[in-house]
């Protein structure tokens, strides 16, 4: 199975915020995950951004790709 971290959207119309999981990569965008690492809210002035960075590594570990993304907002 090759998993995949990505952001699954979340939130209202025109007030999106994303979630951060783990998921199958041939799952949909918002489909079932294996598990929830953090989350991303670009709407707030600050973008807020929590990520728990020890499963990140964990998951990075066991072969984890990260989407571009994910990449792009955690700095790695």
Same mark, same amino acid.
């Given at each position: 199975m090759a998993t995949v971290i990505r952001l699954t959207r979340m939130g209202r119309k =025109?007030?999106?915020?994303?979630?951060?999981?783990v998921t199958d990569s041939r799952k949909?965008?918002?489909?079932?995950?294996?598990?929830l690492i953090g989350y991303y809210n670009p709407m707030n002035d600050e973008k807020t951004l =929590?990520?728990?960075n020890e499963r990140l590594d964990y998951w990075l570990s066991?072969?984890?790709k990260m989407?571009?993304?994910v990449k792009k907002i955690t700095g790695r």
């Open positions: =025109k007030q999106p915020f994303y979630r951060i999981a949909r965008r918002d489909g079932g995950w294996i598990e =929590k990520v728990d066991v072969g984890a989407s571009d993304r």
